[in-house]
Every structure is written in C-alpha cells, then in structure tokens.
C-alpha cells in the first residue's frame, strides 16, 4: 500500500484594497491574526497563516492591498506585494464581487502577465449580490487573464472556503512540513498585540487619521497572578490628531484600550494590564528612519 504523499506549498493573497484578504486568512487558520477595517491599506506588512491537517500545510501570505503609492510607506507596501509574487506556489486574486472590476485590477492583471505560477481567480463576498450577477463577472475576468482556477466564496460566511483550499492543496507541490501543526502564523505575539491595538485606533477613527497611526511596543511582561503588563505607544502625524486620539478626558484612548484588552485577552489566554500612550512624530511615513523603527524594514523583501 503506498504512502500518502504529504503535500506543502505558500500561497499569496493579493488584490485592490478592502476585498477580505484578512477576512479570508482568519477563518482559514481558523484564529485572529490580521487585523480586519472597512478602512482601505489595513494591511501594512505581509502576515503569514499557517493552515495545516495530516496530508497537507498551506502557508497563505496576506499582502497590502495594491494600490497607487503617495509616501514611503505606501511604497514599502507595494514592494512587500509584489515581491510576494515571486516567492509563491500559487497566488490567489482576490476581488470583491460587489464592486467588480476596477481600474486597480487592470494594475495587477498587468502584473501577473509575466509570471507562470498558477493564479486562481477568487470571487470574494458572492453574499452581497444576486447569483444573477456572477456568471458575467467571471466572463469579464475570464477575457482579461488565463486563470488555472476560478472560485467564488464568502470568506465571511465561509461559503466554498473548503473547496479553495481542496483546489489549493490540489496544486500544491510534494514538501516539508515547515511549521509545528498547531501553529497559526509566524508573528510574534508582540506584532499582533500591536495590530490589534491599531485595528481598534482604525475602527473608531475617520478620514486622514487611520493612515497616520502606527503603533510601537514599549513593554510585554508577565508578572503576578499571570496577568500580561503591556504598554504600548499609538504614533500619529499630528498634534490634532493626538487630540482626537486621546479624547476628551481621554475618552477614546480609553476605549481604544478597553477593546484591544479584550482581543488581546483571547489571544493571549491572560488577564492583561494595557497602558497606551500618544506621540507625534510628523511625516513618519515619508521617513526611512521612522519607518524602519516601526518595523517596515524594506532590507527584508
């Protein structure tokens, strides 16, 4: 009786901004780590999620959101994605069915042009439009590019999850196992804490400042009665922006804090003690050495 073959591979996720790229890492690896906003350019880095069983580890690499660069940082973004094209087993195109097509995808379609590694069209949110709606999207997508495979789903629903990433596993070369099975990602804790501390800062901001925040850890310890002491420093560009940030009678800081706490908790598996503080640093995103301080370090794609 032959052995079954174990089967391993990385697979990126690329798109326009706000298409459920994170939505669809979490409920595959099955836990929170990236960070979800109706806010476009969530993503800043590239977040690795480990998705394993007996036969099989696919390792998916949530990539920034391609769009046209305005600063530094918009630019690193652009790098981490496309770089991650290179890398890859196979890419997942992700659009959003209810916007359809953009000016965004033509950018990335003429990206993938070049590449011979397959590429699956994925149809994301096929919850938010009639069934009537689908079958000339997919033409339209079917005339622009030569997709190995085409997918709709619901990432949120979950709706044909199952069967993307039997048709990934499908593809998928023979290899190693590289990551224990019951590890998710390959981020620090400390990296995701300060994500979900920034998603929070996202949710209840608007207009320029969500952009403008970047958070940084100052401190994650465990002390007495397993409680996790952690501080952290939410940067913004601007001195009103600090204000906003703070609140009145540091109202909002406070809420930024209540509910990180709480994503922080399930995470961890603790009781934590979150202390947030605000600093202006101005133009950070259009400074090399800033960013590099915040963890953007372009030496690394």
């Not at 109706?38 to 999620?49: A, L, M």
């Amino acid at each position: 009786m032959s052995k079954e073959v174990y089967k391993s591979g990385f697979v990126s996720i690329i798109g326009r901004p706000n298409v459920g790229k994170s939505t669809f890492l979490n409920k595959v690896v099955g836990q929170k780590i990236a960070i979800m906003s109706d806010k476009p350019q969530t993503t800043r880095n590239k977040v690795q999620g480990v998705y394993s069983e007996n036969q099989a580890q696919i390792v998916f690499i949530d990539t920034p959101g391609i769009h046209k660069p305005k600063h530094k940082l918009g630019d690193f973004m652009m790098k981490v994605a496309q770089n991650t094209l290179k890398e890859v087993d196979i890419i997942l195109f992700m659009i959003n069915a209810e916007e359809g097509y953009g000016r965004g995808d033509e950018f990335i379609i003429e990206k993938l042009q070049g590449t011979s590694t397959p590429v699956f069209l994925v149809i994301n949110k096929i919850d938010q439009i009639h069934p009537d709606q689908l079958l000339p999207l997919i033409e339209k997508y079917n005339n622009l590019y030569s997709f190995k495979e085409i997918i709709p789903i619901s990432a949120l629903e979950g709706n044909n999850v199952p069967t993307l990433v039997d048709q990934i596993k499908a593809y998928l070369p023979e290899g190693p196992q590289y990551y224990p099975i019951d590890q998710v990602t390959d981020h620090p804790e400390r990296f995701i804490v300060t994500e979900l501390i920034r998603e929070k800062a996202l949710h209840l901001t608007r207009e320029e400042i969500p952009h403008s925040i970047a958070v940084v850890m100052d401190s994650m310890e465990k002390r007495e009665g397993n409680t996790v002491y952690v501080g952290a420093t939410i940067i913004v560009e601007r001195d009103s922006q600090k204000g906003i940030i703070i609140g009145k009678q540091g109202s909002m800081l406070k809420e930024i804090g209540k509910r990180a706490r709480t994503d922080i908790e399930a995470l961890l598996g603790s009781k934590v003690y979150l202390e947030l503080w605000v600093k202006v640093q101005k133009d950070w995103r259009n400074k090399m050495s800033q960013l590099r301080d915040f963890g953007f370090r372009d030496d690394e794609y």
